[in-house]
């Protein structure tokens, strides 16, 4: 996708719905792009259940603790 605002994002779980049927469950980490796509298609889906990706929060985590260990930068940077 070129953009990912809400309004595309909903577009899009809509076009999926359409192949292979609604989900139960949409597992997504807290972009507010993201949430808001999710927030407008439970408006029309509200038995949809809209679950934090926990290895999302996770690495948050880790990222925040290990901020200023080097090793752990080293790590980030051959990560890229």
Same mark, same amino acid.
């Given at each position: 996708?070129?953009?990912?605002?809400?309004?595309?994002?909903?577009?899009?779980?809509?076009?999926?719905?359409?192949? &292979?049927? =609604?989900?139960?469950?949409?597992?997504?980490? /807290?972009?507010?792009?993201?949430?808001?796509?999710?927030?407008?298609?439970? @408006?029309?889906?509200?038995?949809?259940?809209?679950?934090?990706? &926990?290895? =999302?929060?996770?690495?948050?985590?880790?990222? /925040?603790?290990?901020?200023?260990?080097?090793?752990?930068?080293?790590?980030? @940077?051959?990560?890229?």
């Amino acid at each position: 996708m070129a953009s990912t605002k809400g309004e595309l994002i909903e577009q899009k779980l809509e076009e999926i719905a359409k192949k &292979v049927d =609604h989900p139960i469950q949409i597992i997504a980490d /807290h972009g507010s792009d993201v949430q808001k796509g999710i927030k407008l298609y439970k @408006q029309n889906h509200p038995e949809v259940i809209y679950t934090y990706d &926990v290895t =999302h929060a996770m690495a948050l985590l880790l990222k /925040h603790e290990l901020v200023t260990d080097e090793k752990y930068q080293s790590f980030v @940077q051959q990560c890229h």
